[in-house]
């Protein structure tokens, strides 16, 4: 189908009031050769939207560019036929509302986006989405609470599911409670666990294929057409599935690796997963494990092992919720009974502050914040506890039937679960604690794997209620991945994006770049060390675009060729007119929108620079940043999501990996002789909008210092 572009320019919205409208008419009938232009005070209201149908059908109208607010705002209203390209430039918030109304400079500015709007439009094409057969199946791994709850909801909403378990019976951790944490109101009462209802729902539901003593031997394909070998009895069963959630759930920690707490030495000091056992074998009285005998006093150690840089780093929230619940086991047991809680902090979050206020009006127990020195045996097998640096400023001995050591969750990933057929490994990758690393910020039942999500405590540890929540929320993402997979469309951070990487592999070297760099395992190595793509697993990111030397990535509308032609569209001043121009690569999930808040909050920013959104500072190509400067482009600057510990990046490691690639630049700028100081790489939050001035013009005035590129005059 041969392209025909249409110009659309909005003048509301400040937009007329800021520049010269007719001029951009100009840039797009003279100079760029448009010959369906028009601007339109409210080109989002209805006349405006059908003034672009009218065009579409009368003239034959193919590809839009809409000349008016940000991309992010009225997505729905400039979304057309899916065969029609539609290109956004941002006149309103980094033009109207973000610079100096009707000066030089900040109508070039305005030039400058139209051109490469412009430009983009007839070089980018509506994507043509890759759809193959579905299956809209989920695969539940663990029959944990977690997973049972999210089994039940799939099928709530009309999907069906495969659950496999590893023991022969369902229920997890749960069968083992005596009672459970206030799942309501006021949350001051535990409550029966009621397991088994939740354990026989799943036994009877015809939508729920159940697999008990069973595990998976692999996972093959890719999002919409897993195939799944099962395990069981020694038999390999082989199912389809569309996407996974994993909620193996948890184990607790060893504390036997603590020195000083006597666990696995005194037969007396057990850890909470022991004491639960206890109280259920007694029928909620506790006896003493070495004799039998009634309980009268306990000392809870909170965080055994927990919050220990030599053992477990974090906390993991429920311990202390555990020990007050074992507080009431023993109370309860015996009203005469002491207990003792010894702790660094207690955290109960939410509403479970209410349990623990109940318990701190118990006069039968004594919480104190302190240390553990040590704890020792009495010949008659009670204990001794010595505590330190408590709150009253002396040490304290406690003299104990029993001592119950709150360990933390360890995530059950230890082991294999998964087994993928991935090139860029079996299992999901982990953080250096074990849980599955994700966007936990942004996108929290994420993994870096498409499709397949974690919930529970695998993924975070948490109590019964929360891991609920968690597997509702990991049944609704599983069921989006599935949904989205039908229409050919990427989940988020690009939901709905239709394109997909697309290879020339003519001119591949089998350098491995995409497929090492690849955040997402989504590009596996054929026999010969050629990529071989999984069009499903890809998020969209373009990471493989901007790792591959040869150039032979891109999509339908992003690409190499197509941001370098809208660099080459901007007008660069001559050396003698003293005007710089900056080009900025911002990253569309971060960056990118900083600039629009600080338009909606009418920042002034220097109009010398120019911004175009890339979707990761993953995705920029060195061949960029080579034309640009090659182009006259003064400085550029690369502003990307923050990555590390804590890292934002919506993309997984794409900002990290962009900062690693500029070693390479140096290269460029080298052979460009020039100086490195005029590329610049930063890392920016959505809330630094406040920063950018000082950030743009901190920037300016080191090129300001380095003087105009002296390739301006070529």
Same mark, same amino acid.
């Given at each position: 189908?041969?392209?025909?572009?249409?110009?659309?320019?909005?003048?509301?919205?400040?937009?007329?009031?800021?520049?010269?409208?007719?001029?951009?008419?100009?840039?797009?009938?003279?100079?760029?050769?448009?010959?369906?232009?028009?601007?339109?005070?409210?080109?989002?209201?209805?006349?405006? =939207?059908?003034?672009?149908?009218?065009?579409?059908?009368?003239?034959?109208?193919?590809?839009?560019?809409?000349?008016?607010?940000?991309?992010?705002?009225?997505?729905?209203?400039?979304?057309?036929?899916?065969?029609?390209? =539609?290109?956004?430039?941002?006149?309103?918030?980094?033009?109207?509302?973000?610079?100096?109304?009707?000066?030089?400079?900040?109508?070039?500015?305005?030039?400058?986006?139209?051109?490469?709007?412009?430009?983009?439009?007839?070089?980018?094409?509506?994507?043509?989405?890759?759809?193959?057969?579905?299956?809209?199946?989920?695969?539940?791994?663990?029959?944990?609470?977690?997973?049972?709850?999210?089994?039940?909801?799939?099928?709530?909403?009309?999907?069906?599911?495969?659950? &496999?378990?590893?023991?022969?019976?369902?229920?997890?951790?749960?069968?083992?409670?005596?009672?459970?944490?206030?799942?309501?109101?006021?949350?001051?009462?535990?409550?029966?666990?009621?397991?088994?209802?939740?354990?026989?729902?799943?036994?009877?539901?015809?939508?729920?294929?159940?697999?008990?003593?069973?595990?998976? !031997?692999?996972?093959?394909?890719?999002?919409?057409?897993?195939?799944?070998?099962?395990?069981?009895?020694?038999?390999?069963?082989?199912?389809?599935?569309?996407?996974?959630?994993?909620?193996?759930?948890?184990?607790?920690?060893?504390?036997?690796?603590?020195?000083?707490?006597?666990?696995?030495?005194?037969?007396?000091?057990?850890?909470?997963?022991?004491?639960?056992?206890?109280?259920?074998?007694?029928?909620?009285?506790?006896?003493?494990?070495?004799?039998?005998?009634?309980?009268?006093?306990?000392?809870?150690?909170?965080?055994?092992?927990?919050?220990?840089?030599?053992?477990?780093?974090?906390?993991?929230?429920?311990?202390?919720?555990?020990?007050?619940?074992?507080?009431?086991?023993?109370?309860?047991?015996?009203?005469?009974?002491?207990?003792?809680?010894?702790?660094?902090?207690?955290?109960?979050?939410?509403?479970? +502050?209410?349990?623990?206020?109940?318990?701190?009006?118990?006069?039968?127990?004594?919480?104190?914040?302190?240390?553990?020195?040590?704890?020792?045996?009495?010949?008659?097998?009670?204990?001794?506890?010595?505590?330190?640096?408590?709150?009253?400023?002396?040490?304290?001995?406690?003299?104990?039937?029993?001592?119950?050591?709150?360990?933390?969750?360890?995530?059950?990933?230890?082991?294999?679960?998964?087994?993928?057929?991935?090139?860029?490994?079996? !299992?999901?990758?982990?953080?250096?604690?074990?849980?599955?690393?994700?966007?936990?910020?942004?996108?929290?039942?994420?993994?870096?794997?498409?499709?397949?999500?974690?919930?529970?405590?695998?993924?975070?540890?948490?109590?019964?209620?929360?891991?609920?929540?968690?597997?509702?929320?990991?049944?609704?993402?599983?069921?989006?991945? #599935?949904?989205?997979?039908?229409?050919?469309?990427?989940?988020?951070?690009?939901?709905?994006?239709?394109?997909?990487?697309?290879?020339?592999?003519?001119?591949?070297?089998?350098?491995?770049?995409?497929? +090492?760099?690849?955040?997402?395992?989504?590009?596996?190595?054929? !026999?010969?060390?050629?990529?071989?793509?999984?069009?499903?697993?890809?998020?969209?990111?373009?990471?493989?675009?901007?790792?591959?030397? +040869?150039?032979?990535?891109?999509? +339908?509308?992003?690409?190499?060729?197509?941001?370098?032609?809208?660099?080459?569209?901007?007008?660069?001043?001559?050396?003698?007119? !003293?005007?710089?121009?900056?080009?900025?690569?911002?990253?569309?999930?971060?960056?990118?929108?900083?600039?629009?808040?600080?338009?909606?909050?009418?920042?002034?920013?220097?109009?010398?620079?120019?911004?175009?959104?890339?979707?990761?500072?993953?995705?920029?190509?060195? &061949?960029?940043?080579?034309?640009?400067?090659?182009?006259?482009?003064?400085?550029?600057?690369?502003?990307?999501?923050?990555?590390?510990?804590?890292?934002?990046?919506?993309?997984?490691?794409?900002?990290?990996?962009?900062?690693?690639?500029?070693?390479?630049?140096?290269?460029?700028?080298?052979?460009?002789?020039?100086?490195?100081?005029?590329?610049?790489?930063?890392?920016?939050?959505?809330?630094?909008?406040?920063? #950018?001035?000082?950030?743009?013009?901190?920037?300016?005035?080191?090129?300001?210092?380095?003087?105009?590129?002296?390739?301006?005059?070529?």
């Amino acid at each position: 189908m041969d392209k025909k572009l249409g110009v659309y320019i909005c003048s509301g919205c400040d937009i007329g009031e800021s520049v010269d409208v007719d001029k951009l008419l100009t840039v797009a009938q003279g100079e760029q050769k448009i010959p369906v232009c028009m601007k339109h005070a409210n080109l989002c209201g209805a006349e405006g =939207v059908e003034l672009i149908k009218k065009d579409m059908k009368e003239q034959g109208v193919n590809s839009v560019v809409v000349a008016a607010c940000s991309p992010r705002v009225h997505f729905d209203t400039f979304s057309f036929d899916p065969t029609v390209y =539609v290109e956004r430039v941002n006149l309103r918030e980094h033009v109207a509302w973000s610079h100096v109304p009707k000066e030089e400079d900040t109508q070039m500015l305005a030039e400058d986006y139209v051109r490469m709007g412009i430009i983009r439009a007839k070089k980018a094409n509506a994507p043509k989405p890759y759809i193959e057969n579905i299956n809209k199946t989920v695969l539940v791994i663990g029959g944990g609470i977690t997973g049972m709850t999210s089994a039940i909801e799939a099928t709530k909403a009309g999907y069906k599911v495969i659950l &496999v378990e590893k023991t022969p019976v369902l229920g997890g951790w749960m069968r083992r409670w005596y009672k459970q944490l206030p799942q309501m109101p006021p949350y001051k009462e535990l409550q029966d666990v009621d397991i088994e209802k939740t354990i026989n729902e799943v036994k009877k539901h015809p939508d729920i294929k159940l697999f008990t003593s069973a595990e998976i !031997e692999n996972v093959s394909g890719q999002p919409g057409m897993f195939d799944v070998s099962i395990k069981q009895d020694g038999k390999t069963i082989v199912e389809k599935a569309g996407s996974i959630i994993v909620s193996t759930g948890w184990k607790p920690y060893d504390a036997g690796k603590v020195d000083g707490l006597g666990f696995g030495k005194y037969t007396n000091v057990v850890n909470n997963v022991m004491m639960e056992d206890l109280t259920v074998q007694g029928k909620g009285k506790i006896k003493r494990p070495s004799d039998n005998k009634d309980v009268k006093s306990v000392v809870f150690v909170q965080c055994a092992g927990s919050r220990d840089k030599n053992h477990l780093p974090y906390c993991s929230s429920v311990c202390c919720l555990t020990s007050l619940k074992q507080a009431s086991y023993v109370r309860n047991s015996n009203p005469d009974a002491k207990v003792y809680i010894v702790y660094k902090d207690m955290r109960t979050p939410g509403q479970y +502050e209410n349990f623990y206020k109940d318990k701190q009006a118990d006069n039968g127990v004594f919480l104190t914040k302190g240390d553990i020195a040590g704890i020792t045996e009495n010949p008659d097998k009670s204990l001794e506890v010595n505590i330190k640096n408590t709150l009253i400023g002396e040490d304290i001995r406690i003299k104990a039937d029993m001592v119950v050591l709150a360990t933390g969750m360890v995530p059950a990933t230890d082991s294999s679960i998964l087994n993928l057929q991935y090139r860029q490994g079996k !299992e999901l990758p982990m953080l250096k604690y074990g849980f599955p690393d994700s966007n936990f910020i942004c996108f929290p039942y994420e993994t870096q794997r498409t499709a397949i999500y974690a919930a529970g405590c695998v993924r975070q540890p948490a109590e019964s209620k929360t891991c609920k929540d968690d597997a509702t929320g990991a049944a609704l993402k599983a069921i989006q991945a #599935l949904e989205l997979e039908s229409i050919g469309s990427a989940v988020h951070p690009r939901a709905g994006d239709l394109s997909y990487p697309i290879f020339f592999m003519q001119k591949c070297t089998q350098c491995k770049r995409c497929t +090492e760099e690849c955040p997402f395992g989504a590009i596996d190595e054929d !026999e010969k060390g050629s990529p071989k793509p999984n069009p499903n697993r890809c998020r969209r990111c373009g990471v493989c675009m901007g790792a591959c030397p +040869e150039r032979i990535v891109s999509f +339908e509308n992003y690409s190499v060729d197509i941001v370098s032609s809208m660099l080459k569209s901007i007008e660069v001043p001559g050396e003698e007119e !003293e005007k710089l121009r900056i080009l900025a690569l911002a990253c569309e999930n971060d960056a990118y929108p900083a600039f629009d808040i600080a338009g909606i909050n009418r920042t002034i920013l220097n109009p010398n620079i120019r911004i175009i959104p890339v979707r990761c500072l993953g995705s920029v190509n060195i &061949v960029w940043i080579a034309d640009a400067l090659s182009r006259g482009i003064d400085g550029i600057m690369l502003m990307g999501c923050k990555y590390g510990e804590d890292y934002q990046c919506h993309f997984i490691k794409g900002s990290e990996i962009a900062n690693r690639r500029m070693e390479n630049l140096k290269e460029v700028l080298q052979r460009l002789v020039l100086e490195p100081e005029r590329v610049r790489v930063m890392q920016l939050e959505i809330s630094d909008y406040n920063r #950018l001035p000082d950030i743009m013009n901190d920037f300016m005035a080191k090129v300001t210092e380095l003087g105009p590129n002296p390739y301006k005059s070529f």
